[in-house]
């Protein structure tokens, strides 16, 4: 079992810097019309905001960086852009995973993997088992991924392996199944592009993440932008349902038997 399977009832020490960063990108398409090119070329300036973003999660000592590249929903996009999408994903792996890996960190790819083709799915496998004894920074990256396909995917898991306690189930069973068991849930959310909404991304995990919303577009965040997010996280007071009053008594509770992750729905 994972050992941050319950994590929504720790409570971070607050004014640090986030431990997890999650990032929906978003714009390249209108980064790229404002310039009058093909949208493609706002993905293509997309990645390098990517490598800028790892970079400065590693300055930062931010531990674990996961980005939305492909939810199960952008194979509606015209096909030449997914296909282009799809060789950008291959050409990554091919020119930065060597990189990732100097600087100590692990690639991880989570999301609906089935439907890529055989060779993309062997370069992703041999990725994250090169990638797999670093601990610098976990690079997530979302592909094929939506929220609800892993909630579903993780209880048809729990049903097989655990059919004897079903009624019983509580959110730390669920928890191992679900496709980022190994890390803390998000601390801090960014959302580029100015839309603000979750678009299916991490629906579980982000039950008490702290959301930022940017007008910038994808590829022109940057690091200066990146600490505008996380200066305006450090400002905030996460309560997890407690009182602000609670929080200045004992600013790190234990958990307790009314938390909902330790509750049981027969109790
Ligand atoms: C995000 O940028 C990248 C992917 C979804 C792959 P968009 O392509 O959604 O850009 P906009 O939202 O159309 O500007
Ligand atoms: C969300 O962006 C998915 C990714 C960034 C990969 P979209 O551009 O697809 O989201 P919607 O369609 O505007 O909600
Ligand atoms: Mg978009």
């Not at 999408?85 to 960190?105: C, D, I, S, Y």
Request: hydrophobic share 40%.
């Amino acid at each position: 079992m994972s050992r941050f399977s319950s994590s929504t009832q720790d409570i971070p020490a607050s004014g640090d810097v986030p431990r997890h960063v999650a990032i929906i990108m978003d714009g390249n398409g209108r980064w790229a019309k404002k310039r009058f090119m093909p949208r493609v070329a706002g993905h293509t300036r997309g990645v390098e905001t990517v490598r800028e973003m790892v970079r400065a999660c590693l300055e930062r000592g931010i531990g674990y960086l996961t980005l939305f590249a492909f939810s199960s929903e952008n194979w509606r996009r015209p096909e030449e852009e997914v296909t282009l999408l799809m060789q950008l994903f291959v050409r990554a792996l091919q020119h930065e995973v060597v990189k990732l890996h100097r600087n100590g960190v692990r690639l991880r790819v989570i999301g609906d993997l089935t439907r890529f083709d055989d060779k993309l799915q062997q370069m992703i496998r041999v990725a994250e088992e090169k990638t797999a004894g670093n601990d610098k920074l976990t690079l997530t990256i979302a592909a094929n991924y939506g929220g609800r396909w892993d909630i579903l995917q993780a209880a048809n898991r729990l049903a097989l392996a655990e059919p004897e306690k079903a009624g019983r189930w509580q959110e730390s069973d669920l928890a191992p199944y679900l496709s980022m068991h190994y890390a803390p849930e998000p601390d801090l959310f960014i959302r580029t592009g100015g839309e603000e909404r979750i678009s299916n991304f991490l629906l579980w995990q982000l039950a008490y993440t702290e959301f930022h919303f940017t007008e910038t577009l994808w590829p022109e965040f940057n690091e200066a932008a990146l600490d505008l997010a996380i200066a305006s996280f450090r400002r905030r007071e996460r309560r997890f349902g407690r009182t602000s009053e609670q929080l200045r008594a004992d600013p790190h509770p234990a958990a307790t038997a009314a938390d909902p992750a330790s509750s049981r729905l027969d109790a």
